[in-house]
């Protein structure tokens, strides 16, 4: 259930079916974090990033989004090419890295089976992002990872997805704060070539530009 702060408690059972999941990775992996994994990054960021959810092996093994995934690797990078990070990325919660102005979060927050959540877990996650844009004051920019954190956070921004498309590389303005979008960091769209990471730095050096204009 939710904390009285907006965010998931450790059991939160809103969806049954990612609640179900994550009991039995904690049976198997009872040293894994297997939780909602909660947002990464200074409340009084600038940027906000929202990925898909926790993957298996990584943010819900490790605790910290795209942790330990293959995709954090070139998020990681790319934030401290664009300096919105500091230090080693060491894919490890204790590797000292430092996120500057910059936060991020998922749409989903515990892991689902086959990295899928369903539309129904979607929504339903959606009041935590929703809390997590609430509580960032200073927040100008998201940048939403993909087609389904673009499709949520235009809806927990209260704009209209028809109007609203994803594109890689697009950019909306709702209200006080401009939606960048990017194809996921993942490693699919990475090996097939979807997002190189050119394509990914172009999309910072955007958002980059933004905020200093
Ligand atoms: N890890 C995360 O935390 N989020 C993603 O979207 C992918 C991997």
Known sequence: MAD????PGRNCALCPRLATFRNRWREKEPTWFNAPVPSFGPLDAR???VGLAPGLQGANRTGRPFT??????LLYETLARYGFARGEYAAHP???LKLIDCRITNAVRCV???NKPTPAEINTCREFLIATIAEMRKLTAILALGRIAHDSAVTAL?????ATPFK???AHKL???KLFSSYHCSRYNTNTGVLTPEMFRKVFANIRTYLES
């Open 4 to 7: 009285t702060d907006g965010k």
């Open 47 to 49: 940027l906000l990033i």
């Open 68 to 73: 330990g995934d293959y995709a954090g690797v």
């Open 94 to 96: 204790d590797d000292g």
């Open 112 to 114: 689902p089976p086959e």
């Open 158 to 162: 209260g704009a209209k997805k028809s």
């Open 168 to 170: 890689h590389g697009g």
């Open 175 to 177: 209200g006080e704060i």
